[in-house]
């Protein structure tokens, strides 16, 4: 076991290491393009890698997000691993949850304007630099909290709110016993 540790441990520093090949002509920026992390099977670390994908644009009733921090949670692991029910094919952008910066929005989207500071949910694609998401899931953060700190806040906060108030029926007056309370990673992105 301690084997298969360390061997992972090589193959995520190997990933960290590999750097683009230096271009000159690809200095210039390409807004039409956007980086990624791709799963490209599922399996472990070595099925991820960093690709480029077309920047997204918003529809109707989305808001384009240029993503400061994305989640990394349990499900994302699972999702990897394909230990889900009816997981999706890959090659697929993981990720359901991030906080970034409003840099555009569709059509008929009302409430958020350019520069807003935002978490979001997404099915999938939240380990990109830009990512789309419909208007009913992206929520403005507080000026005091981080970017981190609302992309690892999303999906962990809805799940303990429904497992103490719509499972447990947590109401006034009761009380509960959390432990091993935990598990929200963020990852920033540069």
Request: proline content about 7%; hydrophobic content about 45%; aromatic content about 8%.
């Amino acid at each position: 076991m301690a084997k298969e540790g360390t061997e992972i441990a090589e193959e995520t520093e190997q990933m960290i290491d590999q750097k683009e090949p230096e271009n000159p002509v690809s200095a210039v920026v390409d807004s039409k393009e956007m980086r990624a992390v791709v799963l490209t099977g599922f399996g472990g670390l070595n099925k991820l890698k960093v690709t480029k994908k077309p920047m997204p644009e918003p529809q109707e009733g989305e808001v384009k997000i240029r993503v400061k921090a994305c989640g990394l949670n349990f499900l994302d692991l699972m999702v990897r691993q394909g230990n889900i029910d009816n997981p999706p094919k890959t090659p697929l952008v993981p990720g359901f949850e991030c906080s970034g910066i409003v840099e555009s929005v569709g059509e008929n989207t009302k409430g958020f304007e350019i520069g807003d500071r935002v978490m979001a949910f997404v099915n999938y694609n939240a380990w990109a630099e830009v990512v789309c998401s419909p208007l009913d899931f992206v929520f403005k953060i507080p000026d005091d909290m981080t970017f981190p700190e609302a992309a690892a806040f999303s999906l962990n906060f809805v799940a303990a709110y429904m497992m103490l108030f719509e499972v447990a029926n947590l109401r006034e007056g009761m009380s509960v016993l959390v432990h091993s309370a935990g598990g929200g990673v963020v990852s920033l992105l540069p």
